[in-house]
């Protein structure tokens, strides 16, 4: 069993910068890949960022490629999104997840296994 536990979120002018971390619970978290999905309003949950077990490894959606970092730190069980010239179709409740059956990064969020509360981010034009 994992729980994760996001923060980080708020209000922020657009070309703003905000950075969400996403702590998690268990022994074995360098052991699987984790990742970051958005959902706004009226729309599907999308994916937004992964990052393999050992943090080596990572892939973007192509709309925040450039703009946003997602990274790890094993040591302390916490998984990172720092989010640079924010836009406001970034606006969306961004939910952090755990894929304990893969070490490396998985974009299909049903190949995730546990799921954090969700943070808002919010970006004025």
């Known amino acids: 069993q994992v729980q994760l536990v996001e923060s980080g979120g708020g209000l922020v002018q657009a070309g703003g910068s905000l950075r969400l971390s996403c702590a998690a619970s268990?022994?074995?978290?360098?052991?699987?890949?984790m990742g970051w999905f958005r959902q706004a309003p009226g729309k599907e949950r999308e994916f937004v960022a992964a990052i393999s077990g050992s943090g080596l490894y990572t892939y973007y959606t192509d709309s925040v490629k450039g703009r946003f970092t997602i990274s790890r730190d094993n040591a302390k069980t916490t998984m990172y999104l720092q989010m640079n010239s924010l836009k406001p179709e970034d606006t969306a409740v961004y939910y952090c997840?755990?894929?304990?059956?893969?070490?490396?990064?998985?974009?299909?969020?049903?190949?995730?296994?546990?799921w954090g509360q969700g943070t808002q981010v919010t970006v004025s034009s």
């Open positions: 268990g022994r074995t978290f360098s052991n699987y890949a």
């Open positions: 997840a755990a894929a304990q059956r893969w070490k490396y990064y998985r974009i299909n969020p049903s190949e995730y296994d546990y």
